[in-house]
């Protein structure tokens, strides 16, 4: 192959004045003489022989140039020439092969970014699409709960007191006490364990806070009774337990005197413990309320079945 490259460019160029000189000038042998070929004279046949002749010519001074050219390889000086041109070669088909890849590299990293673009597009899409689904969701529940209580609260409307079941009402002001009071013990442990100092101190306040609580679970039923949905009932319950509470604990064993570090200092414990109880009761309302929407308590009536 690297012979051939060479040939190329030795072979070719002294064809071409070859040719020139044979279309100029043609001399062609007849009969033993040498005849000179005219244009537009001598026919066909003095044509074919000039044209051989070229033919003859061209194949002689390729075979010419080979053979100098095979000589001057055969050297020995010219085989390092030889070899770092097949050197050269071998790198340029390797640098052609590495650009090959590299770029074919290229064209899939392009594409491999493409297809991650779009998918995190879809998925931000899909995310929307959840996020939307989980809201009309949660307007459908919604819908559905005032629904059923306007439902609810036009059939009991006008129902009489022989139409209650009592049993029933017991039963779920009982549950409703026990949740209420059990999760304003829990709430009022801190507080305990801040004021108290001895077990049966600790023990006196949190009883007292067990029944204001289950009291509280009770009133909390018949007040919010189907409006499941008014917050103002339902926070205004547990608001004013606690102002009640809070003020009675103030007035208990306490003088009052009229000056002015008196009055601040009645107005500072008052405040707190009205904050007191409303982490107390607060929490309290917020159980009953869930317990009401996840149907573990029944609001007030109950239909007698």
């Not at 307007?139 to 559905?144: P, S, W």
Request: hydrophobic letters at 45%.
């Amino acid at each position: 192959m690297q012979r051939a490259a060479l040939l190329r460019p030795l072979a070719a160029p002294p064809l071409h004045p070859v040719s020139l000189l044979a279309a100029r000038r043609r001399r062609c042998v007849h009969g033993g003489a040498r005849v000179r070929s005219v244009p537009g004279e001598g026919g066909s046949g003095l044509g074919g022989v000039g044209a051989e002749g070229d033919a003859d010519a061209a194949s002689w001074l390729s075979s010419a140039v080979g053979e100098k050219v095979d000589e001057l390889l055969r050297r020995e000086e010219n085989r390092a020439l030889l070899e770092g041109v097949e050197d050269a070669e071998r790198r340029v088909e390797r640098a052609r092969a590495a650009l090959a890849d590299i770029e074919r590299q290229e064209a899939a990293a392009r594409l491999a970014r493409e297809e991650v673009r779009r998918l995190e597009k879809r998925r931000d899409e899909i995310a929307e699409s959840q996020r939307e689904l989980l809201q009309a969701r949660e307007m459908i529940d919604e819908a559905q709960r005032s629904l059923s209580s306007s439902l609810e609260e036009g059939s009991f409307g006008d129902m009489s007191s022989g139409n209650i079941d009592e049993d029933s009402e017991r039963l779920e002001s009982v549950k409703a006490a026990t949740v209420s009071s059990i999760v304003g013990v829990l709430s009022n442990l801190p507080i305990s364990f801040y004021e108290v100092q001895d077990l049966p101190q600790l023990l006196l306040q949190s009883s007292i806070v067990f029944i204001s609580c289950a009291l509280f679970g009770v009133t909390f039923r018949y007040a919010v009774r189907r409006d499941l949905d008014n917050i103002q009932l339902k926070t205004g319950a547990p608001a004013a337990f606690a102002f009640v509470r809070g003020l009675a604990l103030l007035e208990s064993g306490r003088t009052l005197e009229l000056s002015t570090d008196t009055l601040i200092s009645v107005a500072l414990d008052g405040a707190v413990s009205v904050v007191e109880n409303i982490f107390i009761f607060l929490p309290a309302a917020i159980a009953l309320d869930y317990c009401f929407k996840m149907r573990f308590l029944s609001p007030f009536p109950i239909r007698k079945q």
